[in-house]
């Protein structure tokens, strides 16, 4: 789990799905005033945990709630990076998108996700996870005026990062992901800094360490996507302990898992592109299809990617199913 969807009583829900993924400040999208803001994210932030928890989830996140976006939240908050005076890219779709400009040397200024880590780990018993976006992707959504190296930019990321996740493995995190969907944006520069970026990212960390690439939010990607990987064994070679991938909206081959040996797998069973939550024999012939592939006690059947686009109603009721489906799969794997 990744992402939830925040009540429309929190943002404006207009404003979100008339978006592409911001990657800079979008103080529009909240409809809650300043001054009560951080009260609201608490109340919509206990929300998402309950809800988690009473579908039946084991490993439980914040929901990232309190972020416009998955990657800005936590870019915002370092030095060398211009977010007042953004530069134009444009994205995998030809959309021009504004995003923040390399002005300096790129250092962790203070602690971004902490205290929504605190505030999680004091309100779940359960494996508790914190969500960051991988170095390389947030290398791939900046215009660099300083370094002019790929590299260097990746790795200094990836310092940031670690600075941040060796904080966050203080508050009593069970698991820190890193979240890399650009490694499919360009699989040539990724086999050339991504794993030794991520390796950075994640060096001397005790916590459990994940890694969640896919093919971009379903709600965003409406047609068919890709149905295989172009980076994704060399992951093998990693440092983290988890891979999470999105399988069921692009039909992947999961004979793909074979290619994760040595590495847990989260594996995505929920297809997003769809209104209405899969029923529980659909989820769970998915995950009997990878056990084909996969040993039972390395895989963790979970949402294909974040939830944020959908409505709270067909997220619960999907991560419902999700756990039911697990449910049934363990108990058939008990009494075979």
């Excluded at 505030?119 to 959504?141: I, M």
């Amino acid at each position: 789990m990744g992402s939830y969807p925040q009540p429309a009583w929190l943002v404006n829900r207009a404003v979100l799905l008339g978006q592409f993924v911001p990657r800079v400040s979008m103080d529009e999208l909240w409809r809650v005033e300043p001054d009560v803001r951080e009260e609201a994210l608490r109340d919509a932030t206990a929300i998402a945990i309950h809800d988690m928890e009473e579908a039946g989830l084991n490993v439980v996140t914040d929901g990232e709630i309190c972020r416009v976006s998955y990657t800005n939240h936590f870019s915002q908050s370092l030095s060398g990076l211009d977010h007042d005076a953004p530069a134009s890219i444009l994205n995998r779709v030809g959309r021009e998108v504004k995003v923040p400009r390399v002005v300096g040397p790129i250092l962790h200024r203070a602690p971004v996700e902490v205290e929504w880590a605190q505030f999680l780990r004091t309100r779940t018993r359960r494996t508790a996870k914190v969500t960051l976006p991988g170095p390389f992707t947030l290398a791939q959504l900046v215009v660099d005026e300083y370094y002019g190296d790929p590299e260097a930019l990746a790795l200094a990321f990836a310092a940031a990062l670690n600075t941040e996740a060796r904080l966050l493995q203080d508050t009593g995190i069970d698991v820190i992901q890193f979240d890399e969907p650009w490694f499919r944006n360009d699989p040539r520069a990724a086999r050339q800094v991504g794993v030794r970026a991520l390796n950075r990212a994640v060096e001397g960390l005790h916590a459990r360490t994940a890694v969640h690439v896919c093919f971009g939010y379903a709600f965003l990607r409406k047609g068919q996507k890709p149905n295989a990987y172009e980076f994704l064994s060399e992951l093998s070679e990693s440092t983290v302990q988890e891979i999470s991938i999105e399988a069921a909206q692009p039909k992947l081959d999961v004979g793909v898992l074979r290619d994760l040996a040595g590495k847990d797998v989260a594996l995505g069973v929920l297809d997003h592109s769809t209104d209405e939550a899969e029923p529980v024999d659909v989820v769970a012939a998915r995950i009997r299809e990878a056990l084909k592939f996969i040993s039972p006690d390395r895989l963790l059947p979970a949402p294909d990617c974040g939830m944020k686009y959908m409505s709270r109603d067909v997220a619960f009721a999907r991560l419902k199913n999700l756990c039911t489906a697990a449910e049934r799969v363990r108990l058939e794997l008990v009494g075979a």
